[in-house]
């Protein structure tokens, strides 16, 4: 299939694409949205991606890339609105699309939401403007909620979620554990889903010798170096990488730098911090705060292995980063992380979500440092398929083929109005 070029309208209400990564609600799913606007923009399609105004020295229209622009939605709410506050004016934020898309003499031929709250944004669209409208979740309250572990997700998003699940046309996937998911928890059809993985740019992301990547960071060339980047939040996991740096701190001199994360004052970083006096480990820790994305490669690259113990990743980009950098990847068995990493390889899985489980691990990897610095460029190989235009491609044909279905496949693009209003909405 050989995909046109498209108009199209992409919702990222709670979270803007150019905000600050690492921060409470901006994470690897911006960086997936603006990556895929930019490649998709390069292929030649029009790109309009539409989020909340949140900052007033941003332009209300922004052009990020070529044929690709930010758009400032304005619905009567404070820039520090919270996430979840957003909800009940989702139809607000939708009825102000529709008003700038009849501004500009805009006609759309897809709608492609991020997050279950932009997803309804998008569902009085597609009702609106009657076309397609694709969705991804990047994360799904159900299993959230089962991990038990953080706030619990209010049952409005869950239902809601559902709604969505039966009425968008296309669910787009990042893994296979991802759809099964989503038939499991959430009764989807199976022909709604389509497994599209993540991607990474690897122009950005590529290796830097290991040494000139230290210097530049002032970080030692003796120690062994452990790096974590992420938010600072209990899925993340980052309490059991500071207490498995406890143990290994006994034998190694190793040094956990942190990447990501709020003000030093923010609720989740006061409890590393006090969990990082309390095992005595203050002094192994480097705490380097939001970085840009045009640095991150030289983190990876100083770095002896990569540290992923989240509970729960829809993919887990970061991982992906690390690799195509050349820096083996030491994970739980999250997102995409069976599908990446190649044992002995390009890093380990550890199953047994322990410090203990995850300091063997890393001892492991940490030993044969010298054997993974000789297998850089072979490990960056390992993810040359996740280039952002192969998925951007990827992307395009499932617009094309919602917009020019096969007879049969694809239901109308009105939600009947009593299923409209379920959830309150």
């Known amino acids: 299939m050989n995909p046109q070029k498209r108009k199209i309208a992409m919702l990222s209400i709670h979270s803007c694409p150019v905000g600050e990564l690492g921060t409470k609600d901006t994470g690897g799913m911006s960086v997936y949205i603006r990556e895929l606007a930019r490649v998709l923009g390069k292929q030649g399609h029009s790109v309009d991606i539409f989020t909340r105004h949140h900052d007033p020295d941003h332009a209300k229209i922004m052009l990020l890339d070529e044929n690709v622009r930010l758009i400032h939605v304005i619905a009567g709410d404070s820039e520090d609105l919270s996430k979840l506050s957003i909800y009940p004016h989702v139809q607000s934020y939708a009825r102000v699309l529709d008003d700038f898309s009849k501004s500009q003499g805009n006609s759309y ?24 409208h694709m969705i991804m979740f990047h994360t799904l309250g159900i299993i959230k909620n089962n991990l038990g572990v953080g706030k619990p997700e209010p049952e409005f998003r869950i239902c809601n979620e559902k709604a969505l699940v039966k009425h968008c046309h296309r669910i787009i996937a990042a893994t296979g554990k991802e759809k099964e998911a989503l038939m499991d928890l959430y009764n989807a059809s199976p022909d709604t889903i389509r497994v599209v993985p993540c991607g990474v740019n690897q122009d950005l992301f590529a290796p830097v010798e290991k040494r000139a990547a230290r210097q530049r960071l002032n970080f030692s060339p003796h120690e062994k170096i452990l790096l974590y980047v992420g938010r600072i939040e209990p899925l993340k996991g980052l309490d059991r990488v500071i207490q498995t740096v406890a143990q290994l701190k006994q034998t190694l001199p190793v040094k956990l ?133 192969n998925i951007a491609s990827a992307i395009a044909s499932e617009y094309e083929f919602l917009i020019h279905p096969k007879d049969g496949d694809q239901a109308s693009s009105e939600v009947p109005v009593e299923k409209r209003m379920s959830c309150g909405f």
């Open 257 to 389: 730098v942190i990447v990501g994360g709020d003000h030093h004052d923010s609720e989740e970083m006061r409890e590393v911090i006090e969990l990082s006096k309390v095992l005595a480990v203050e002094d192994s820790l480097v705490f380097s705060g939001r970085v840009d994305q045009t640095e991150l490669p030289y983190y990876y690259s100083a770095a002896d292995a990569l540290v992923v113990a989240s509970l729960y990743e829809s993919f887990g980009l970061v991982a992906l980063e690390a690799l195509s950098c050349g820096t083996p990847v030491v994970s739980t068995p999250v997102g995409g992380m069976k599908s990446l990493i190649e044992p002995a390889k390009n890093g380990l899985l550890f199953v047994e979500d322990t410090p203990n489980a995850m300091g063997k691990a890393l001892v492991r990897v940490l030993n044969q440092t010298e054997f993974y610095e000789t297998r850089t460029e072979a490990i960056r190989r390992s993810v040359s398929g996740y280039s952002w235009r």
């Open 109 to 132: 031929d897809v709608i492609h939401s991020h997050y279950w709250l932009s997803g309804l944004v998008g569902k009085f669209l597609q009702n609106w403007w009657n076309i397609p």
